[in-house]
């Protein structure tokens, strides 16, 4: 029974000693912040986001949301493997008056830090007519 004990304890501080030595997945943005500048009215404008999983675990993206109807947001769908890349495209649509804008992009994910912000903005502008 003592052998048995002591196995059993030998082999849990293993297992715990090799997790804790392995990096959970994580984020490396080459942006956070986009800045469309002027763009106009009624004309989307799309930007993407690109990433790198600088973790040793799978990067799952379980929710992408934004806070308004006129962002919407296209991500990657399957695990991004140690190393590989990914993408958060953002599409922008304006409408309504000319005026500057500020919108976040919220992803979580499974990522050390689970939620992470990504910021778009930039000036509507009447269409010019030619």
Do not use: R, W
Request: glycine share 6%; hydrophobic share 35%; net charge positive.
């Amino acid at each position: 029974m003592k052998k048995l004990l002591l196995l059993f304890t030998l082999i849990l501080g293993v297992s715990v000693a090799t997790n804790a030595q392995t990096k959970p997945a994580e984020f490396k943005f080459d942006k956070e912040l986009h800045d469309f500048g002027k763009i106009p009215l009624n004309k989307a404008a799309t930007v993407e986001f690109k990433f790198t999983n600088v973790g040793d675990q799978p990067l799952i993206l379980t929710k992408v949301e934004t806070t308004c109807g006129c962002t919407v947001p296209e991500y990657t769908q399957t695990p991004v493997k140690k190393g590989e890349s990914g993408v958060i495209k953002v599409t922008y649509n304006p409408t309504g008056a000319a005026m500057p804008f500020s919108k976040s992009i919220t992803i979580t994910s499974n990522a050390k830090t689970t939620t992470k912000v990504l910021y778009i903005k930039g000036e509507t502008v009447a269409a010019s007519t030619k």
